[in-house]
């Protein structure tokens, strides 16, 4: 087993949650192959999204998790395997995302199955993508003794 590549490999997905958590749009299309694609299996659209293209996935990115809303994103337990140039790997996820503007919070589970590529001596992620084990919607006035402290990418209730 290719230690380095593996360790690279881990960086590089923690990069990629890291990137859509603070909204570094940039640092996220330089994690991804130009020709990416991305299978998102989530309830909240209501259909399976496939975006193709690094150029889709950070548009779609910038355009529905923008500043409205609060995220964070984990992955863990990865399995990768590394052949050569290439890899796949598999990575138990849960995520939350606050969008106060709307009053919910959502809370999920999936399991991430990606392929990486090495190219010009950097890995990067050539496909991405999940099905959700289970997603949660709680409405924030339901939880009264809700208090939200955030950051500088989050949005300040009025």
């Not at 859509?20 to 399976?48: H, I, S």
């Not at 690094?54 to 809303?69: S, Y």
Request: aromatic residues 10%.
């Amino acid at each position: 087993m290719d230690l380095v590549a593996l360790e690279e490999i881990k960086r590089l997905k923690h990069r990629y949650l890291r990137c859509v958590d603070t909204k570094d749009w940039d640092g996220l299309a330089d994690v991804l192959t130009a020709d990416a694609v991305a299978d998102y299996g989530t309830p909240t659209y209501g259909r399976p999204l496939k975006l193709e293209g690094r150029a889709a996935i950070v548009g779609f990115m910038r355009e529905q998790l923008g500043p409205g809303l609060i995220t964070t994103h984990f992955a863990t337990q990865p399995e990768i395997e590394i052949d050569g140039d290439t890899a796949t790997g598999t990575w138990a996820f849960q995520d939350t995302v606050i969008a106060v503007e709307y009053g919910v919070v959502i809370i999920g589970a999936a399991f991430y199955e990606d392929r990486y590529r090495r190219e010009d001596d950097a890995w990067r992620i050539a496909h991405t993508g999940y099905e959700r084990t289970y997603e949660a919607t709680l409405k924030l006035e339901d939880l009264p003794s809700f208090r939200l402290t955030a950051n500088r990418w989050a949005p300040q209730p009025a």
